[in-house]
């Protein structure tokens, strides 16, 4: 386990930090989405961008859960790194 890990496990303990966690747990699966789209494509941020018309530190904004991507961009990255953008609803527990 890494120290960020040990450091994010111990936070969780926090009331306050574990909360924050949640209401951002959505940003971050759809921020992983991305860097997985990404990464599998064997691309860097840079060529993403590049391969979008975008910037750079736009691509890092949305996989660091920043800012959020619309779905009119989802698209665009599907189509820069040859994927298919799936988005369901699913029942919750």
Do not use: C
Request: charged content about 30%; hydrophobic content about 35%.
């Amino acid at each position: 386990m890494t120290k960020i890990d040990q450091l994010h496990q111990q936070w969780l303990k926090e009331p306050e930090y574990k909360t924050a966690y949640e209401e951002m747990a959505k940003e971050f699966e759809i921020a992983s989405a991305i860097i997985a789209a990404r990464t599998q494509a064997g691309l860097t941020q840079e060529e993403l961008a590049r391969r979008m018309s975008a910037k750079q530190s736009q691509v890092a904004r949305w996989e660091s859960g920043e800012q959020n991507a619309t779905i009119k961009t989802l698209r665009r990255i599907a189509e820069a790194t040859g994927t298919h953008l799936k988005i369901s609803f699913e029942k919750s527990n």
